[in-house]
């Protein structure tokens, strides 16, 4: 994906969270964007997965600009998939019923073909022992699975995953981020929110570093973890990877 | 020791209180004359289970539309359903029947006084219910809400699918005590004269003058209605029990 932002405004009350925020990347399938808390990484994934709307500035990914209207950002929200850190699944829905949902409701396949679409990924993963349990029986990192495959079988062009360990003990991230990593070889697409900076390191074919609203540093993983010459960026990872 | 086994001990003791207190006092029993009058009980509580009834669905329909109301982003709309909610919570129900019987239902001409009285009732229940069903929706975290928008949901399946199926549950065993309470509060519609239960009651004790012969029976009666309902709301409390 060819990911192209310009002058991304957004703003919530008179706060202004994200102020003119640029992004070309090259053709890659996983950027991960880190950065400080509260500078705006949320805020951006939440724009480019058609969630929110930005108060001025546009998105296109591959060349096709983002609608800003609701009927047509819904349209592309389902060709995406987008997970969230936690209470992704609903909780009245068992595993399984949690990812028909979409399959059923949204994309219009029958009971028995959107259970034949699923079998597969769930034996993948090793969750098929987990499918008739509802969220609450689940542990956290089944919890995210589930979530993200729930994603994932719409067959979307691409995965938004907004910190998806970060409510997770680190077990549990390890393995969620095993699935995330195992994705890539697949070749799906996504754009990831992540605090795990050696995760970020293997899996990124770029990384964007998100700070007061802007993108500081961008580039390979290298460039911008080790070697950034920004001193915001340079100071950011001195701190975390002492 | 069983949960049931318990609760006959406790109403056993409770029981034995009572009679002794009843020895204490010396009261001459006239159950005779009272069961003279068990066909106009009937009736009061036939009447009772009806008004009830009638109320308890227009009461659940005006919660909902109240409900709708103070979730409105219009202010206008939520300042009428707010400044309703608090009205009516805020004052007797005792003057809202009268109010409701001797002044507006007069001035629209309105004359049943079996209607009027359910329309009260349901107003001042909706008030209640409008809190529950608000507090429903406003129990279900806003990542649900975000989730059914990711997926692709519209405004519409995400209610219908994710939102109302966990709100619903949510409210059941407050629904279930809000009915409990308006079984009971209908006893009140015997000030305008409407011919439930416990007008019944009164009009015996005012024949026999045997007031406790009466009025037990209304007690026992109501109960006949609350503990099924009391016990469904903990049914449901259990049965839908689950994190989110």
């Keep these: 994906m060819l990911l192209d932002v310009r002058n991304l405004v957004q703003r919530f009350g008179t706060t202004t969270v994200l102020d003119g925020l640029a992004l070309q990347t090259g053709d890659v399938r996983a950027l991960v964007l880190v950065g400080p808390s509260g500078g705006g990484k949320s805020t951006l994934l939440r724009i480019l997965a058609g969630l929110d709307v930005p108060v001025a500035g546009s998105v296109a990914f591959d060349g096709e600009p983002l609608p800003r209207d609701e009927p047509a950002l819904r349209e592309y929200r389902r060709t995406v998939g987008t997970v969230f850190q936690a209470y992704n699944l609903f909780p009245h829905l068992t595993a399984m019923e949690n990812l028909l949902l979409p399959l059923m409701h949204v994309h219009g396949l029958t009971d028995r073909d959107a259970r034949a679409r699923v079998r597969e990924p769930l034996e993948r993963f090793s969750l098929a022992d987990h499918a008739h349990k509802r969220p609450a029986e689940l542990s956290g990192g089944q919890k995210q699975r589930i979530a993200i495959l729930r994603a994932l079988v719409v067959q979307p062009k691409r995965l938004f995953l907004d910190e998806p360990t970060s409510a997770l003990d680190p077990e549990m991230t390890a393995e969620v981020l095993e699935m995330i990593g195992e994705l890539k070889d697949l070749g799906t697409q996504f754009v990831l929110v992540t605090h795990e900076m050696g995760f970020a390191r293997r899996v990124a074919d770029e990384v964007a570093f998100v700070g007061d609203g802007r993108v500081l540093a961008n580039g390979s993983p290298g460039e911008v973890i080790d070697g950034s010459d920004v001193p915001r960026v340079r100071s950011f990872f001195a701190r975390i990877l002492s | ?244």
């Design chain 2, 1 to 244: 020791m069983p949960r049931w086994l318990a609760h006959i001990i406790v109403v056993a003791v409770f029981a034995s209180l009572i009679a002794l207190a009843f020895s204490r006092v010396d009261y001459v029993w006239n159950w005779a004359g009272v069961w003279e009058y068990r066909q106009k009980f009937l009736q009061g509580f036939g009447v009772t289970v009806a008004l009830s009834l009638a109320s308890l669905v227009a009461s659940t329909l005006i919660g909902i539309v109240a409900a709708v109301l103070l979730g409105s982003k219009n202010v206008m709309l939520e300042a009428v359903g707010r400044v309703y909610v608090e009205l009516i919570r805020g004052t007797p129900l005792l003057v809202q029947l009268l109010l409701g019987f001797y002044v507006v239902a007069s001035a629209v001409g309105l004359e049943n006084r079996y209607v009027v009285g359910v329309l009260v009732l349901a107003l001042f229940s909706g008030a209640y219910m409008a809190e529950i069903f608000r507090g429903g929706l406003a129990a279900i975290p806003q990542t649900q809400r975000d989730s059914a928008r990711a997926i692709g949901l519209t405004p519409w399946q995400s209610l219908r699918l994710v939102i109302l199926p966990q709100a619903v549950r949510l409210v059941l065993p407050a629904v279930a005590g809000q009915f409990v309470s308006l079984i009971k509060d209908s006893s009140l519609l015997s000030v305008i004269a409407v011919s439930e239960f416990t007008l019944a009651a009164q009009e015996v004790n005012s024949f026999t003058y045997s007031t406790l012969e009466s009025y037990l029976p209304l007690a026992a009666g109501y109960l006949l209605l609350t503990l099924p309902l009391s016990a469904l709301s903990r049914v449901l409390e259990r049965r839908y029990r689950y994190e989110a």
